[in-house]
Every structure is written in structure tokens, then in C-alpha cells.
């Protein structure tokens, strides 16, 4: 039923059930131990400054320029900078991409978040099935709920999705909704929120799957780029033709929050993306394209070459101290990215609660595990046979490593430790 307020208009009926992000909620708290949002700690601020210094200084040289760039362009980018992400996800993730002739297949949007509800928005229909990792990023989850999309969450472990569990799941939709899934979603580099990463062999399975029952996957590659170790190939570069993967990338974790995510879906998926896109935004600012350019053209390999390593020295200090302070539970083992995920042994403890009542006071911040699981959805059963109802895990957090300093992530969490371990025992 529809919300009405005084005056007789009414509200949708999606804001009668969906909450404002928890995420976004949790950045009014201004404290010490920052484990919150995926918020990048590492920013080149010294290029950046360096870019807009000479932009300035070509903007006054050429009015025109600046005319241009202070303007509308098309919806899906500017060829210049379309060319220039084009040549990085050939060289550098291996895309199989012709840069001469064919950068028109990336196209941009506000955010890779943009992209991500643009492709639901133009793939969901109410009771359509969507297969997605348990626990996933809360950013897909909650906008494939809001349009109607039936989830089938499906089980990971310390390596990501179970592939195993996703031909299950196919199963199982076929047979009790009557419908092959539309999007099998993965996060295939550090995952956000358990920050695992699926080895070639999954990925190849579920190109495999995706091929197998025409599903369209959707590969948000938002860490690829913050990796410590070698990459692991893309599930993109399986698809020589472009027509089974919906490839996201985003600049906000590898260079600046400025709002500009890029993607390579196939030609009849971009069309849909980026009419959906027009409707929403007509185009992302020309300005941070024109910014980014330089930064993609000229200064990411650095940044890159600065940034991963304390990304990485941050990761290892939280792994330490999570391993010499925390109470029993288990955690992952993150390769890149932003996070670990911890989940107690004690299955009525509630990280929610906890937050509310002893971290916040004690200057602490991170995300509890349950927004991370759909708030209506369905999980399979143990025969693998049936769905059932998914239930979050409340005794799980996601702690994210990526704002805070080593100093404050090494205090930090031997406080958060040493609180939960009085806790829990
Ligand atoms: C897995 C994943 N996908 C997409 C996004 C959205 O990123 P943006 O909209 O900043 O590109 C995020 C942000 O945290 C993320 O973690």
C-alpha cells in the first residue's frame, strides 16, 4: 500500500520497505576508528592538484576549450576519454578490445553505481531472478530488491561464489518460478563486502554457466586495480564477442570519488544502459572526464605504484591485530581491495547491537554483516532442491581498511578487539 501524507499525494509503494542506505547512514558519525564505508584513504591529491593547475592554465589559453568542456556532451562520454579507457582495459586488464576501432563498446556513467542500477533498471521485471553472492554489496542488493527482482543468494567461502551452487540455483528458479535468472552478479577481485577473490577456475565457471543458460553476468571489477598480487584475468576476457558480460570498472577506489564509473556491456545491454541513462542524468560532467583523461593517460601507473602498497601495508596491519585480539571467529584473507570481513563463532552475537551500544561510544565504526544480505530473498535449501527464505547473519562485520592509517587501524582494532573479546569471552 501506498504511504499518504496530509495533503492526499502518496508516496511508492518501494518507500514503504526500503531503507535509506545503512551505509550512507553510518557517515553522520564523525570518529577516531573510522572501519565504515569503502571510502579510498589513498588519494594522489599532489597529481590531481598538478592537473587542474595546467587545465587552468589551458582553459585561459583557449576559451574554447573551456567552453567545450564546461558543457553537455553525449550520454554514454566523450570519445577522448572513451579511447583513453579503452587502451587501459586492453593493455592493462587484458580486455580483448580493439582501441582503434572499437572504443565505442566502453562507454561512462555517474558512478559504476549508476551502471549497476541502470542494468537492473533495464533487465528487472517484478519476479525476475537474480543470482547473486551471500553475502554481496549491498548497492546491487538493495535496488534489485526495490524493482521487484526475486534473489537467490548463494553460498561463498574463502574463495568467493560456489559455482557448484549457482547451477543449483539455475535449477531451481527453472523449476519454481518458471524462469531461467536474468543477472548472475560477482564481484570477482577482493569482493566488497568479504574482500575474496574467485580463482580463474570459478570464473571460468560461471562464464560457463552464463553461456550454458543465456544469462547475462554481470562482473563488477570495482578492486580490480587494487590488487597486492599478480591480477587474476578477468571473467571479461572470455567473452571474445562481447555478448554475455557486463563489464564494470570504476575510477572512485583507484583514483578520486569523482562521481565516473565505465563499463563494457554487449552492444544491445549498452543501448538500454544508456537510454536508461539519458532519462537519469543526459551525461556525466565533461569536466571530471577531461580530469580523468589526464589521470588515466598520464599519471595512473604511478599512483598505482604508490597507492597498492599501503593499501596493502593497511590490510596486513588490520589482519594482525584482528588475529591477535579478536575473540574466536573467522576471517578472510583479502589479496586487494578495501576489506575483511570477520564473523564470530557466538551465533547470537549481533554486530548490529553491538555497534549501537559499545563501538559508536568507544569511537568506532564499521558495517554490520546484515545489510549485506537482501531484505527479502531466498537462499538455497541443503538439499539444493528448494529455496527457502534468506537470512541475514548478524554475528559478521565488514571492516574496511582502506581510510584509516596503519596507527589508527593497529589502536583501533586491538580496541575493538579487546571490547568484543569482553563481550563474547
Ligand atoms: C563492489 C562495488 N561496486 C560498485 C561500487 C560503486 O562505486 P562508484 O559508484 O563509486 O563507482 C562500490 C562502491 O563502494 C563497490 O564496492
Known amino acids: 500500500m501506498a504511504n499518504t501524507i496530509g495533503n492526499g499525494y502518496g508516496f511508492a509503494t518501494w518507500t514503504n520497505f526500503i531503507e535509506e542506505s545503512q551505509i550512507r547512514d553510518l557517515l553522520k558519525y564523525n570518529v577516531k576508528y573510522y572501519f565504515a564505508g569503502g571510502k579510498p584513504g589513498i588519494i594522489p591529491t599532489d597529481i590531481f592538484a598538478d592537473i587542474m593547475a ?37 593493455d592493462v586488464r587484458g580486455l580483448p578490445i580493439d582501441c582503434e ?3 565505442e563498446c566502453v562507454s561512462i556513467t555517474n558512478g559504476s553505481q549508476q551502471a549497476l542500477y541502470a542494468l ?12 547473486t553472492p551471500s553475502p554481496a554489496y549491498l548497492g546491487f542488493l538493495v535496488p534489485a530488491v526495490k524493482l521487484g527482482g526475486r534473489v537467490i543468494t548463494i553460498p561463498t567461502d574463502l574463495d568467493g561464489i560456489i559455482p557448484e551452487d549457482v547451477e543449483h540455483a539455475v535449477e531451481v528458479s527453472k523449476k519454481k518460478f518458471g524462469k531461467v535468472p536474468d543477472i548472475i552478479y560477482v564481484v570477482p577481485d577482493s569482493d566488497n563486502p568479504k574482500g575474496t577473490t574467485l580463482p580463474m577456475k570459478r570464473r571460468q565457471a560461471l562464464f ?21 598480487k599478480k591480477k ?26 569523482l562521481r565516473v564509473g565505465y563499463s563494457v556491456l554487449p552492444p544491445n545491454v549498452k543501448e538500454q544502459v544508456l537510454k536508461d541513462k539519458g532519462y537519469l542524468d543526459l551525461c556525466t560532467a565533461t569536466l571530471v572526464q577531461r580530469i580523468l583523461d589526464e589521470y588515466y593517460r598520464n599519471y595512473i601507473g604511478e599512483a598505482m605504484r604508490v597507492g597498492i602498497p599501503k593499501y596493502e601495508e593497511r590490510c596486513k596491519a588490520m589482519a594482525k591485530t584482528i588475529d591477535e585480539s579478536f575473540p574466536a ?11 575483511i570481513w570477520w564473523q564470530s563463532e557466538n551465533k547470537d552475537f549481533d554486530a548490529t547491537e553491538f555497534m549501537e551500544r559499545v ?15 537482501p531484505i527479502s530473498g531466498h537462499r538455497l535449501t541443503k538439499d539444493n532442491k528448494d529455496v527457502r527464505e534468506s537470512l541475514p547473519e548478524h554475528n559478521t562485520m565488514r571492516l574496511g ?12 582494532i586491538e580496541r575493538l578487539g579487546t571490547l568484543l573479546t569482553k563481550e563474547l569471552g
Open 359 to 373: 563501538a559508536i561510544p568507544n569511537e568506532l565504526l564499521y558495517v554490520p554483516g546484515a545489510p549485506f544480505y
Open 401 to 412: 581498511f582502506s581510510y584509516a592509517p596503519p596507527d589508527i587501524i593497529l589502536d583501533g
Open 329 to 339: 571467529g573467522i576471517r578472510t584473507d583479502p589479496t586487494g581491495g578495501f576489506f
Open 232 to 257: 587474476i584475468k578477468a571473467i571479461k576476457t572470455l567473452d571474445k564477442e562481447n555478448e554475455r558480460v557486463a563489464y564494470l570498472g570504476t575510477s572512485s577506489k583507484e583514483a578520486a570519488v
Open 101 to 103: 576501432n572499437d572504443w
Open 208 to 228: 560457463d554457466i552464463a553461456e550454458a543458460d543465456d544469462i547475462l553476468l554481470v562482473e563488477d571489477s570495482a578492486y580490480a586495480e587494487i590488487q597486492f
Open 54 to 90: 595546467d587545465l587552468s592554465v589551458r582553459y585561459k589559453e583557449n576559451p574554447q576549450l573551456a567552453i567545450d568542456d564546461l558543457n553537455y556532451g553525449p550520454t554514454g562520454g566523450q570519445p577522448w576519454f572513451l579511447k583513453t579507457l579503452a587502451k587501459r582495459l586492453h
Open 120 to 131: 537492473l533498471d533495464t533487465l528487472i521485471d517484478p519476479g525476475d531472478v537474480i543470482i
